[in-house]
């Protein structure tokens, strides 16, 4: 049974930062390529970065870069996303994804991710 478990979440104020993880298990995670996810009320799950099987290619959503990083460790089946210089509008629930790997390259897109997810944590930053 595939299981993605999402942690670290919470209450931070504007300019805090946070680092979320996600442990993987029942899936070769070296198999997979793997992004982190995020839906606010209200508002449709957007992608907010990916990272391919080897960890060599990396994506981010226009609106996070420069502020969040993505890593995985695939001996740990871990992956992680350290967000900086957190904003109000970063909050939302959070979650992590895999899905068959794409070659060298990843998707920030939710749809090319039909199978495996977490259940989220919840990101709440304060103004």
């Known amino acids: 049974q595939v299981q993605m478990v999402e942690s670290g979440g919470g209450l931070v104020q504007a300019g805090g930062s946070l680092r979320l993880s996600c442990i993987v298990s029942?899936?070769?995670?070296?198999?997979?390529?793997a992004g982190w996810f995020r839906q606010a009320p209200e508002k449709e799950r957007e992608g907010v970065s990916c990272i391919s099987w080897s960890g060599a290619s990396t994506d981010y959503v226009e609106s996070v870069k420069g502020r969040f990083t993505i890593s995985r460790d695939n001996d740990k089946y871990t992956l992680d996303l350290q967000m900086n210089s957190l904003k109000p509008e970063d909050t939302a629930m959070y979650y992590c994804?895999?899905?068959?790997?794409?070659?060298?390259?990843?998707?920030?897109?939710?749809?090319?991710?039909?199978?495996?997810w977490g259940q989220g944590t919840q990101v709440t930053v304060s103004s």
């Open positions: 029942g899936l070769a995670f070296e198999d997979y390529a």
């Open positions: 994804a895999a899905t068959p790997s794409w070659g060298s390259d990843c998707s920030v897109d939710p749809s090319d991710y039909d199978e495996y």
